[in-house]
């Protein structure tokens, strides 16, 4: 059994926010997987499914952002889960939209799921998917400011048109993580999204 974890915020107000990134490529593996999230359990809405031949449990933590190890920490100890045996996939600001990078550790970058995440388990050791939404300029430069009120506000169409392609390669990394490991999947995925810059 492997953990896979979207973060984001509950509420119709959050549904197709940035910040809610995280949800939406879990609610995308889900629909693959031809299950729904309407078990609650560990402080989430989960669904348990079968992706890529694995046994996974799906998760969307309902604290809000800012709790969200609250949820991935109480699933982890329920399903007697090593830290490693979780992937958490959330938006990234500092990552121009239609962008997606893996890594295995690493700061918060200011993204309060994420310090959440890494205060509860105590450690930055864990697999995540970043799911770049950021702005740019028309030169592709990013736009710093206004951070907060970009992510809680909901997304253009054009904009979710882009974020749509980048949900299905989420899935598609999820899969490489569960058949082929961490290494494979950040090799592949990273340097996908490098040739995308």
């Not at 830290?83 to 309060?112: C, K, W």
């Not at 950021?134 to 592709?140: A, E, I, L, N």
């Not at 169409?157 to 058949?179: F, G, H, I, Q």
Request: glycine residues 10%; aromatic residues 4%; contains cysteine.
């Amino acid at each position: 059994m492997k953990l896979i974890v979207g973060l984001g915020n509950p509420g119709l107000e959050y549904l197709l926010t940035p910040h809610n990134a995280g949800f939406m490529a879990v609610d995308r593996i889900a629909e693959g997987c031809g299950v729904q999230l309407l078990n609650r359990r560990g402080k989430a809405m989960t669904a348990k499914a079968k992706l890529a031949g694995e046994d996974v449990l799906l998760a969307k933590p309902d604290t809000f952002m800012n709790l969200s190890g609250m949820s991935a920490a109480a699933l982890l100890k329920e399903l007697n889960l090593e830290v490693s045996e979780m992937i958490v996939l959330y938006d990234e600001l500092a990552f121009p939209l239609g962008t997606l990078r893996l890594a295995q550790r690493g700061s918060a970058n200011g993204h309060n799921g994420v310090k959440s995440i890494t205060s509860v388990l105590g450690t930055e050791e864990w697999m995540r998917v970043r799911i770049g939404v950021g702005k740019t300029t028309p030169d592709g430069q990013p736009i710093k400011a206004g951070g907060s009120n970009y992510l809680l506000a909901p997304m253009k169409n054009a904009a979710l048109d882009v974020l749509d392609k980048v949900l299905d390669e989420a899935v598609k990394a999820v899969e490489t993580w569960l058949t082929r490991g961490p290494a494979a999947a950040m090799n592949e995925y990273n340097r996908k999204s490098e040739s995308a810059l």
